[in-house]
């Protein structure tokens, strides 16, 4: 298995950038593809970005295309969310998540999917204010 621990949450105004990290523990982590996942209050838990294990690939909730970025780069084991033009209803707890199954089955439908993915981090906490 694959240890998770995001940070780069906290609290931003609308119209701008945070970005999120995640590391992953192993040097075989890059075995994994990965993905970010939200969950707003009262809301279920939303698919945001999935990005292939040689990072060459990537897939995007229609409500972020264009304005979050994935990235990973496995020298450092870590994985990356970008996001820009933030707006009040990205506020969420964001989670990062692994799994091996979807490095073998890369879709959009199976990335997107909460089952595929083997591991999950504790998430972190991201507030954009109006």
């Known amino acids: 298995q694959v240890q998770l621990v995001e940070s780069g949450g906290g609290l931003v105004q609308a119209g701008g950038p945070l970005r999120l990290s995640c590391a992953a523990s192993?040097?075989?982590?890059?075995?994994?593809?990965m993905g970010w996942f939200r969950q707003a209050p009262g809301r279920e838990r939303e698919f945001v970005a999935a990005i292939t294990s040689g990072g060459g690939s990537s897939y995007y909730g229609d409500s972020v295309k264009g304005r979050f970025t994935i990235s990973r780069d496995n020298a450092k084991n870590t994985v990356y969310l970008q996001m820009n033009s933030l707006k009040p209803e990205d506020t969420a707890v964001y989670y990062c998540?692994?799994?091996?199954?979807?490095?073998?089955?890369?879709?959009?439908?199976?990335?997107?999917?909460?089952?595929?993915?083997?591991?999950w981090g504790q998430g972190t906490q991201v507030t954009v204010s109006s």
């Open positions: 192993g040097r075989t982590s890059s075995r994994y593809a």
């Open positions: 998540a692994a799994s091996l199954r979807v490095a073998g089955r890369w879709s959009r439908i199976t990335t997107a999917s909460q089952s595929e993915y083997d591991s």
